[in-house]
């Protein structure tokens, strides 16, 4: 064994003992941190070192900081934001992956990062029943799924409008309008932000009680300046209720101007992969552009999220960027000509490694299982006194409000599901995170981990009933 490959040994197999002693608390360990900042820091401060360290101590060091500011959202009983955790399969694809340390920007570069990128590529098309036509990009997130589809969008509309957006910009350009809905992710915003739109170009349409545009309002505003190209930012699967817009009678409507329609289908998209939920996004096929995330629901480790668009073209004119060193193959996928990224890690083997673990079959029980489970966690707090259910899930996402029993203010309300959710965060049995969702504070039941199971659900409902209860005593 060389020294340099010993190094290498020594700090796997530290990192490989350290990653099986935090999995193997996940059960057990608190589900959230409730720890404070300055508790958190002292376990890293340190003055900046002048020599070096030998990387297993390093490791080992690491470790130990990290632990008390870990968040367990991999546990059974993690709720919070929508949160997925990796399968076993992803996690040791995500392994190989920094030890081979691909440059995954073309197939020149690095032959299987393209390749393995091109077949889960095929592939989430399928499961998502997006066209076999459609082109795609492994991307960080959504936010960038956003930013990606949204470029090529851009560069679309003012293409159709015989302006060339890459290379003349914005200065002098055409006038284009945006339309979205009242609950659209901030996400939105910041893509709009980056490609140069600005936030005050939206025209945002209001929502029903359960958060879909109203088809009324979406008409009004498209019938509104209608000469202009519009670009339509629609909602699958909305983070407070998991609401999904009707695209079967919104998307027709758009059509029937100059629009690109791009969907939001951060978690939401997946439930086209389920017979049960799949009904959720007819019509969502008619879109032109999909973002969404591989580290959500599909529980990939982070960060993997996913863009699709129906314009390959588009796609590629706002992306690619010769350059005079760099060598393309006719047959193969380079990726830097459809990702933002130009050196990137090669995201396409965690996610190959997933559709394989699970296949179609285990992808469709993931989401039947989470949504049962959402449903069950909602559908019990709620049998509670002073607990009101103010959205039971669609999908896998709901909503519960807990009522001050000593008030009928609705800020009292307010501040007591805040006070319920911390009492439950700080047993360690369950993590919450609140939302204001129509002006109502409320607590987010978001199950998106693949490792929730029954007896999760039975221990999260008595740990909020135990919240509830020890909070009449005093
Ligand atoms: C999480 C989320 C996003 C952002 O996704 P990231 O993966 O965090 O970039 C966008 N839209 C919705 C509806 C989301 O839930």
């Not at 960080?140 to 949204?150: E, R, Y």
């Not at 339509?232 to 998991?242: E, I, K, S």
């Not at 791009?262 to 939401?268: E, K, N, Q, S, T």
């Not at 394989?356 to 079959?361: P, V």
């Amino acid at each position: 064994m060389s020294a340099e490959f010993g190094k290498y040994n020594a700090s796997l197999h530290r990192a490989h003992q350290l990653a099986n002693d935090f999995l193997d608390t996940l059960d057990t360990g608190a589900a959230g941190v409730t720890k404070s900042y300055e508790e958190l820091i002292i376990e890293w401060e340190q003055e900046l070192p002048r020599d070096g360290t030998n990387p297993e101590d390093v490791i080992a060091d690491i470790a130990k900081a990290a632990a008390p500011g870990l968040m367990r959202n991999q546990s059974g009983r993690f709720f919070s934001w929508v949160i997925g955790g990796t399968h076993p399969s992803a996690l040791g694809a995500d392994w190989l992956t920094s030890a081979w340390n691909q440059n995954s920007g073309m197939f020149t570069v690095a032959p299987a990062a393209s390749i393995a990128e091109e077949i889960a590529g095929k592939w989430l098309k399928q499961l998502l029943h997006l066209s076999s036509e459609a082109s795609f990009a492994f991307v960080t997130g959504c936010q960038m799924a956003h930013f990606t589809c949204l470029s090529a969008a851009r560069n679309h509309i003012f293409h159709e409008a015989g302006w060339d957006i890459e290379t003349q910009g914005f200065y002098g350009a055409p006038a284009i309008k945006v339309i979205c809905s009242d609950q659209k992710h901030v996400t939105v915003n910041r893509a709009l932000r980056m490609l140069g739109f600005g936030t005050n170009i939206m025209t945002q349409v209001r929502t029903d009680a359960s958060g879909r545009i109203d088809a009324d309002d979406f008409a009004a505003a498209m019938a509104k300046d209608s000469g202009l190209p519009t670009l339509v930012l629609l909602q699958a699967g909305d983070l407070n209720t998991g609401a999904y817009d009707d695209f079967q009678k919104i998307i027709p409507i758009a059509r029937n101007y100059n629009s690109w329609v791009h969907v939001d289908g951060a978690f939401g998209l997946w439930a086209s992969a389920s017979k049960k939920y799949k009904h959720l996004t007819a019509g969502i096929e008619l879109a032109d552009s999909w973002a969404t995330d591989g580290h959500k629901w599909l529980n990939v480790p982070y960060d993997c999220g996913y863009a699709f668009t129906a314009h390959p073209e588009a796609h590629r004119r706002a992306m690619s960027q010769p350059a005079s060193y760099l060598t393309h193959k006719s047959q193969s996928r380079d990726q830097m000509d459809w990702n933002p990224e130009f050196s990137r890690r090669g995201r396409g083997f965690a996610t190959y490694a997933v559709i394989r673990e699970l296949g179609i079959n285990g992808i469709e029980a993931l989401i039947d299982r989470t949504c049962q489970h959402a449903h069950t966690i909602v559908e019990e707090a709620g049998k509670l006194d002073h607990v009101e259910i103010v959205a039971m899930p669609i999908i896998n996402q709901g909503l519960l409000r807990f009522h001050d029993p000593n008030s009928t203010s609705q800020a009292d309300h307010d501040q007591y599901t805040e006070e319920i959710i911390h009492k439950i965060n700080v047993t360690g049995e369950a993590f919450f995170q609140p939302t204001t969702y129509k002006g109502k504070r409320c607590m987010r039941v978001s199950v998106s981990g693949w490792r929730t199971n029954e007896e999760d659900v039975r221990r999260t409902v008595e740990a909020i009933r135990k919240a509830l209860a020890d909070d009449f005593v005093g």
